[in-house]
């Protein structure tokens, strides 16, 4: 059963809230970097006027804070006007806290008394500024204080910034530490962050839903397909298992039919004997070649049943495969047909042959039916050559198809009567003649026999033919077969 639909949601469900939240952590970073950046210049700009504001009275004050103790720096009566200074202009900014640290890393003022005297100097932060860089970072922090006012949970923005006292290019002095409170940018930003993924999410939401029919739709359409499918191959089964047995009842009506229709023949020709000896004297000469005509006819007959009885045990009457070497075959077909040879006065020249896996007694009736044809349908006006020939098959040459199997092609060639090439499939099928009874004897099923051994054993047979210049027919055959038995009867 397809699980499609199921599938479609799980990943477009993660995949949307993956999206989501990439963008939301995008989203934050890119926003808070440019907070960061606009009121760091902010920081830096209060910093400076803050910087002047007590640079020009307390030059002497600043520079002589290396000399005292932290004890003597906070009670430092000029302390209290650089305090003085900084409340001042902290009021209606977004400063909070504020530290000046001289070169040495040592907090000379802030407004956090307690800090007054305390060491830096492995602070980052005062370490870049010291060496001319702003460092700015985000922090949140749950209590602070502004000119006596507790702060709650606030986003602050901390900045270490050097102080030159004439111009850019002037050294550097010192290090203020500016706290400034950006708590209502931050929540602007994270209100604008919310509404947009909002937004986003309506968006995908509307996506979802749109491909979630189109996907419904065709899962539907895919499921009914697949059981479609499923029917039409249950029926094929269903066809193919009725053929099988109808192939298997056909198969034995004509071993028993071909058994059966045997004995009366033999009757036929027995009572025609007789007729002939003890009644000899009474029939007329027309008498006589009606029996005769009567006993050629159970003749045929009897061929016609032999061979159609041989058609029909090449399935039902099979041995098991074994290594069955072709060469020797070949040598007992050319000794069976010794005297028709010789009749003939055929040249038959057998090239090396291989050893495959077959049944041996239809892989001798399938060339020994090619042989004696090649006997039979030779031109009375020139000698008979018959030449048999074999080759191994590449993959890509087995049938123009891509085929594991190790495979090889026996030929048989003859310069006999040939026939028209548009009449190759015609001859492979029962009962099937080119010629009339009178110029060749002959049922019709020989070629039948050869084309249905050739495919029990996993082959084909074909062949090339041009009238008057001879056939060749081909036959190919496995080397190995895959199970070495035979098919049930």
């Not at 907070?35 to 520079?63: C, P, T, V, W």
């Not at 709650?152 to 004439?166: D, G, K, V």
């Not at 005509?293 to 039902?316: E, G, W």
Request: glycine share 6%; aromatic share 6%; hydrophobic share 40%.
């Amino acid at each position: 059963m397809f699980k499609l639909l199921r599938y479609f949601s799980i990943a477009s469900l993660a995949a949307c809230g993956t999206a989501t939240l990439l963008l939301w952590e995008f989203s934050k970073e890119t926003t808070t970097a440019q907070l960061i950046s606009a009121s760091e210049q902010k920081n830096i700009e209060m910093a400076q006027i803050i910087s002047n504001s007590i640079g020009h009275d307390n030059r002497h004050f600043l520079s002589s804070t290396a000399a005292l103790k932290a004890e003597d720096l906070k009670e430092h009566p000029q302390l209290i006007t650089v305090s003085d200074h900084i409340h001042e202009h902290m009021k209606g900014t977004a400063i909070v806290k504020i530290k000046l640290f001289d070169l040495k890393g040592r907090v000379i003022f802030s407004t956090d008394q307690r800090q007054i005297g305390q060491q830096a100097t492995h602070s980052k932060g005062f370490t870049s500024a010291r060496s001319g860089k702003v460092i700015t970072k985000l922090a949140s922090g749950k209590q602070y204080r502004k000119l006596g006012q507790n702060l709650n949970r606030r986003s602050l923005l901390s900045s270490y910034i050097p102080i030159r006292q004439n111009g850019p290019n002037s050294p550097i002095e010192g290090v203020f530490e500016l706290y400034s409170d950006i708590t209502p940018l931050v929540e602007e930003v994270e209100a604008a962050q919310r509404q947009g993924i909002i937004g986003v999410l309506v968006i995908l939401s509307g996506l979802y839903g749109i491909l979630y029919v189109i996907v419904r739709r065709a899962d539907r359409i895919l499921v009914r397909q697949d059981q479609a499918r499923q029917l039409a191959e249950a029926q094929l089964a269903e066809k193919v298992e009725a053929l099988a047995r109808s192939n298997t009842e056909l198969e034995q009506f004509a071993y028993v039919a071909s058994h059966d229709l045997q004995e009366p023949l033999r009757k036929i020709e027995a009572f025609g004997d007789r007729l002939k000896t003890k009644c000899g004297d009474e029939l007329s000469e027309r008498g006589h070649e009606y029996v005769d005509r009567m006993q050629n006819a159970a003749s045929r007959m009897r061929l016609l049943i032999q061979n159609l009885l041989a058609f029909s045990r090449v399935t039902t009457k099979a041995q098991p495969f074994t290594p069955v070497n072709l060469q020797e075959v070949m040598a007992s077909i050319l000794d069976d047909l010794e005297t028709r040879i010789q009749e003939t006065g055929a040249q038959v020249d057998i090239a090396p042959l291989p050893v495959i896996d077959a049944e041996p007694m239809q892989i001798y009736q399938l060339f020994q039916n090619l042989i004696s044809n090649a006997l039979k349908f030779c031109q009375p006006d020139q000698p008979l050559s018959i030449i048999v020939a074999s080759q191994s098959l590449t993959i890509a040459e087995h049938n123009g198809q891509v085929n594991d199997a190790e495979m090889c092609q026996i030929s048989v060639a003859d310069n006999g009567i040939g026939f028209e090439q548009k009449y190759t499939d015609r001859i492979f099928k029962l009962f099937q003649r080119l010629h009339s009874r009178s110029d060749y004897e002959g049922t019709g099923i020989g070629l039948a026999v050869c084309a249905k051994i050739a495919e029990y054993h996993g082959g084909f047979i074909t062949a090339n033919s041009t009238p008057g210049e001879g056939a060749t027919f081909i036959v190919t055959l496995p080397v190995h077969q895959i199970a070495m038995e035979t098919q049930p009867s």
